[in-house]
C-alpha cells in the first residue's frame, strides 16, 4: 500500500465510485483518463451551459456575451446527438427547447435576482481550482475542488461558496448529504485561511418533462385565444414562445414575482457537517484513494484489479450504463472503444446538474 502518496480527491469520481466501482474504474481510469457515452445528457448540457452563461456574468461579461457563451457551449455538448438523430422530430424540439432555456435562465436571474445578490456579496473568485494537501492517516491526499464562486458577505464579512445547480425539481432537503457541499467550503476555508460557513444554492428549476417536453413558463404559455397564463389550465393550448412573434426576451422581463419564484427558487444556506463527522468522512476517502491508486498500479495484475473494481449489477443503474454490453458478456470494454461507441472523459463541471 502506498502510505504517504499524494493523491487527488475528484467529487465525482469518488461518487462514482460508491455507486459501481466497476463504472468508476472505466470512466475515471482505463487507458489513462477514462472512458465516457459519446453523447451527452440533455439535462447535463443544459447545466453545463448555464454555468458558462453565469461564469461569464460573474466575469464582467455583458448580458449579450453571457448568452453568446450559454449557447455556444449548448451547441458544443449537443452537437453528436444533434448529428447523429437529424430525423428525430422529438429529439430535434427538445434541443430548441434547451438551447432557448439555458439562455431564459441567465435572463431571469439578470433581471430578478442580480440587483440583490450584488448587493449582497462580493464576488472573491470565480471558477478557479482549489488544491487542498491534507494529512490524513499518514497520507497527504490533495482535495481538488472548482466553486462556481467565493463570495464574502458583505455586511457580515463571512466567506461563502456559491453553487449554481440547474434541477428538474424543487428539494433542498437532500443537499446536506451532497459531499460537494463539505468538500467546497473545506477547500475554501484551507485556500483563504479563515472560517468558511457553507454554500449558497443559485437554483434553476426546469421542471419534469410531460410527454417528452417540459412545461418551464420562461419559455413556454398558455392560451385559449384571449386570455394568456403562465402555468397550465384544461383546455388552454400550450406554446412555445420563442415560436412565436412574441419577443421572448422581453417576455421574461414582464414575467410575474411570483412565477419567477418557481422557477429560480430560494433556499437557506447549506452548512457542512461538524468537525468530528468530516475527519470520518475524510480519513475513509484517504483510505479508498489509497487503495484505488494501489489497484489501478502495475504491482497488481488485471485479474486482480477487476475484483477490486467490483461490478456492481443491478437494475437502478445497469440499464442506463454505457458499460452494460460489456458486464453483461456480450463484448468487452476494448471493442467498445475501438468501434467508436465511447468517448475520452472530458472533465465537466462536476456540478452542472443535480437531479
Ligand atoms: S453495467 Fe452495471 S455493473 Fe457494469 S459498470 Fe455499469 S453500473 Fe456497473
Same mark, same amino acid.
Given at each position: 500500500? &502506498? ?110 435576482? &442580480? ?22 492517516? $499518514? ?9 462556481? &464562486? ?6 457580515? @464579512? ?6 449554481? @445547480? ?33 454554500? %449558497?444554492?443559485?437554483?434553476?428549476? #426546469? ?9 418551464? !413558463? ?15 389550465? !384544461?383546455?388552454?393550448?400550450? %406554446? ?31 452548512? !457542512? !457537517? ?9 480519513? $475513509? ?34 440499464? $442506463? ?22 468517448? #475520452? ?11
Amino acid at each position: 500500500m &502506498a502510505v504517504g502518496t499524494v493523491t487527488v480527491f475528484s467529487r465525482s469520481g469518488h461518487e462514482s465510485f460508491l455507486t459501481c466501482r466497476r463504472k468508476f474504474y472505466y470512466n475515471y481510469l482505463y487507458g489513462g483518463a477514462g472512458w465516457t457515452k459519446k453523447q451527452t445528457p440533455m439535462e447535463l448540457a443544459i447545466g453545463l451551459a448555464v454555468h458558462a452563461g453565469m461564469e461569464a456574468l460573474f466575469r464582467g461579461k455583458s448580458s449579450d456575451e453571457a448568452l453568446e457563451e450559454t449557447e455556444k457551449t449548448w451547441a458544443s455538448y449537443t452537437k453528436e446527438a444533434r448529428e447523429a438523430n437529424p430525423n428525430n422530430t422529438l429529439l430535434m424540439s427538445q434541443l430548441e427547447e434547451g438551447s432557448y432555456l439555458s439562455q431564459a435562465f441567465i435572463l431571469a436571474w439578470l433581471n430578478f435576482r &442580480a440587483e440583490e445578490f450584488h448587493n449582497t456579496y462580493e464576488i472573491l473568485q470565480v471558477e478557479e481550482e482549489l488544491r487542498v494537501p491534507l494529512d490524513i492517516c $499518514s497520507a497527504t491526499v490533495t482535495l481538488a475542488a472548482r466553486c462556481d &464562486a467565493i463570495l464574502r458577505d458583505r455586511s457580515t @464579512k463571512d466567506l461563502w461558496v456559491l453553487n449554481h @445547480k440547474t434541477c428538474k425539481d424543487w428539494d433542498s432537503s437532500t443537499w446536506k448529504y451532497d459531499i460537494q457541499m463539505w468538500m467546497e467550503p473545506l477547500a475554501a476555508e484551507h485556500h483563504f485561511g479563515e472560517p468558511c460557513r457553507g454554500t %449558497i444554492i443559485n437554483a434553476f428549476r #426546469k421542471g419534469r418533462p410531460y410527454q417528452g417536453l417540459l412545461n418551464n !413558463p420562461l419559455i413556454y404559455g398558455y392560451t385559449n385565444g384571449s386570455d394568456w397564463s403562465y402555468t397550465s389550465k !384544461p383546455g388552454w393550448k400550450k %406554446i412555445f414562445i420563442p415560436q412565436t412573434s412574441i419577443d421572448w426576451q422581453d417576455r421574461i422581463r414582464k414575467i410575474p414575482e411570483a412565477v419567477i419564484d418557481t422557477v429560480l427558487p430560494r433556499s437557506l444556506p447549506v452548512y !457542512p !457537517p461538524t468537525q468530528p463527522i468530516l475527519t470520518e468522512w475524510l480519513t $475513509s476517502i484517504t483510505r479508498w484513494q489509497l487503495e484505488i491508486a494501489y489497484y489501478n498500479s502495475d504491482d497488481v495484475s488485471q485479474e486482480e484489479r477487476l475484483n477490486y473494481f467490483e461490478a456492481r449489477r443491478c437494475k437502478f443503474t445497469c440499464a $442506463s450504463c454505457e458499460f452494460s454490453n460489456v458486464c453483461f458478456g456480450q463484448t468487452d470494454i476494448d471493442t467498445v472503444i475501438n468501434d467508436g461507441l465511447l468517448q #475520452k472523459r472530458i472533465d465537466h463541471h462536476a456540478t452542472a446538474e443535480s437531479s
